[in-house]
């Protein structure tokens, strides 16, 4: 069965804080995806990376950056936190033509 | 405008009723949509794909009209189990099987 872990569930950090969200994938996955979701606005894509070491900006990235060194594990990265950034953070993966495979969300909240 | 727009609801539907409802979207390009279920505090699970000019599945049916540019989601006999809510997604027109996702329709289905 598909499996997409992220790191934490939820998160408490400050302002100014760089904070690091982490999300694993076990299918071999070529495609992954950083989303955050908002009352209102739906799912927004941040970042997206089709491989290894390559990413793309999604529709919102400012303020944000992301690493893939492996394969399985994408990782979104706030350089500094600020209150506008408390949201859902939604990880999720995707093969071929398949549908994408999300996990569970780390809610972030930055006081 | 937004690309993929939805009635955020709630839809208030008694339990072994029907309850339909729509989502718009601009680009006339879009091929592709789903529909994804997201209960509350949890990730998106897709419910169906939605190809052509529609899709069936057990009590659930989708329906895609091009000429008016929306999709819509039937669900027959509702259950309990099926309050949540309903995100409509399109496949965006690009080699990396990025979504677009609606906000959202909420659906409750009482006893």
């Known amino acids: 069965d598909v499996k997409v872990t992220q790191s934490s569930r939820y998160l408490v950090k400050r302002t100014g804080e760089k904070v690091f969200l982490e999300c694993v994938q076990d299918?071999?996955?070529?495609?992954m995806f950083w989303y955050r979701q908002d009352p209102g606005l739906g799912l927004r894509l941040i970042y997206f990376?089709?491989?290894?070491?390559?990413?793309e900006k999604g529709d919102i990235p400012e303020g944000y950056s992301v690493s893939r060194e492996k394969k399985e594990r994408f990782s979104l990265i706030l350089e500094s936190a600020s209150t506008n950034q408390t949201s859902m953070y939604l990880c999720?993966?995707?093969?071929?033509?398949?549908?994408?495979?999300f996990g569970d969300g780390t809610r972030l909240s930055i006081l | 405008r937004k690309e993929v727009e939805q009635d955020p609801g709630p839809f208030n539907v008694p339990e072994g009723a029907t309850v339909a409802f729509n989502c718009t979207y601009s680009?006339?390009?879009?091929?592709?949509f789903f529909w994804y279920r997201q209960d509350c505090r949890k990730e998106p699970k897709l419910l169906m794909s939605?190809?052509?000019s529609g899709n069936e599945d057990g009590r659930f049916t989708a329906q895609l009209n091009r000429a008016s540019q929306y999709i819509s989601l039937l669900i027959r006999d509702s259950k309990l189990s099926d309050s949540a809510t309903y995100l409509c997604?399109?496949?965006?027109?690009?080699?990396?099987?990025?979504?677009?996702f609606g906000a959202g329709t909420q659906v409750v289905v009482t006893p």
């Open positions: 680009n006339s390009a879009s091929q592709s």
């Open positions: 997604v399109r496949l965006r027109a690009d080699s990396w099987g990025k979504l677009q």
């Open positions: 299918m071999d996955h070529e495609n």
């Open positions: 939605v190809y052509s």
């Open positions: 999720a993966s995707r093969e071929g033509d398949q549908p994408q495979h």
């Open positions: 990376s089709y491989d290894v070491k390559m990413k």
